[in-house]
């Protein structure tokens, strides 16, 4: 897990992860966030071209 967020509107939270592949992923999903108490739902966004990805701060 790289990063989690509390949301307002159609999701209640936001959680990016880093898997090796999908198979990691949904190994990920179903042995963890398909347990925690209170998730109903996953949806899943695999992006398709990373276009722009930093962890500096733009100082």
Same mark, same amino acid.
């Given at each position: 897990?790289?990063?989690?967020?509390?949301?307002?509107?159609?999701? #209640?939270?936001?959680?990016?992860?880093?898997?090796?592949?999908? #198979?990691?992923?949904?190994?990920?999903?179903?042995?963890?966030?398909?347990?925690?108490?209170?998730?109903?739902?996953?949806?899943? #966004?695999?992006?398709?071209?990373?276009?722009?990805?930093?962890?500096?701060?733009?100082?």
């Amino acid at each position: 897990v790289m990063e989690c967020y509390l949301m307002m509107g159609d999701c #209640d939270a936001l959680v990016r992860i880093v898997a090796a592949g999908i #198979d990691d992923y949904r190994r990920f999903q179903s042995e963890h966030l398909s347990r925690i108490k209170g998730v109903q739902n996953v949806k899943t #966004d695999v992006p398709s071209q990373i276009i722009k990805q930093t962890s500096e701060m733009p100082l």
